[in-house]
């Protein structure tokens, strides 16, 4: 299984549709990371989450670390095809060393 | 808008060859990090640096990488003997204080 778990795979809804992803480890997330990467180019960093419970928007996007620190979600509100691509989390899930990994990939397609 | 540079864009080598993949982070930034992406899979964290030394690695990161900061701009990652297994696109990124900045990429080739 993955250690850091995304959900869905894939995605697809209707222009100004609301959307939630979904990034869950087994572990403790020191950090977590979104991320945005269009297809075939590089990564554009969303946004940071440190503390359990915290939560973060940043234009029409909100992220949140659960409390326990082992799921975060990325919540995009009335959609727009600027918002496709595809949305990774990363994380350090190492406990005393360091080992930060990237999520599966959740792909976002936006219908006009 | 400030923004990480990196060079070359796409890089051909033989298989043994040593390769140096060239970044240049914004200026006032002193965390900088290395990523890799092998086509078709996952993002991999490489390596993070802060004030001239290795803060970070992974189990990727073995003794045929190396970074250095060589003048103040420049962030380079180092392959010394390459293996078919190092393609992949690299991803340099520097941050401020909590917001990562990344380049656009080098696509390495290792034939």
């Known amino acids: 299984s993955q250690e850091l778990e995304q959900s869905p795979q894939s995605l697809i809804v209707q222009e100004g549709k609301n959307l939630t992803i979904n990034c869950t480890s087994s572990?403790?997330?020191?950090?977590l990371y979104w991320y945005k990467q269009k297809y075939g180019e590089g990564l554009i960093f969303l946004m940071m989450?440190?503390?359990?419970?915290e939560e973060k928007s940043h234009e029409k996007i909100t992220a949140k670390l659960d409390e326990k620190k082992q799921q975060s979600s990325l919540h995009i509100t009335a959609s727009q095809p600027s918002h496709a691509g595809i949305y990774l989390c990363?994380?350090?899930?190492?406990?005393?060393?360091?080992?930060?990994?990237f999520g599966t990939g959740t792909r976002l397609k936006v219908l006009a | 808008e400030p923004e990480v540079t990196q060079t070359p864009s796409h890089q051909v080598t033989q298989m043994g060859q040593e390769v140096i993949l060239r970044c240049v982070p914004i200026?006032?930034?002193?965390?900088f990090y290395w990523y890799r992406q092998i086509l078709g899979q996952k993002v991999e964290f490489l390596v993070s640096?802060?004030?001239?030394?290795?803060?970070?690695k992974s189990e990727i990161f073995d003794d045929q990488f190396s970074v250095e900061r060589p003048d103040g701009s420049n962030f380079t990652l180092k392959i010394r003997s390459t293996k078919l297994e190092d393609s992949a696109m690299y991803f340099c990124?520097?941050?401020?204080?909590?917001?990562?900045?990344f380049g656009p990429g080098t696509r390495l080739t290792v034939l």
């Open positions: 990124a520097s941050t401020d204080t909590d917001t990562q900045y």
């Open positions: 572990k403790t997330l020191y950090g």
């Open positions: 989450l440190q503390k359990g419970g």
């Open positions: 990363g994380a350090d899930i190492g406990s005393g060393t360091y080992k930060y990994i």
């Open positions: 200026s006032n930034h002193l965390y």
């Open positions: 640096f802060y004030n001239n030394e290795i803060s970070e």
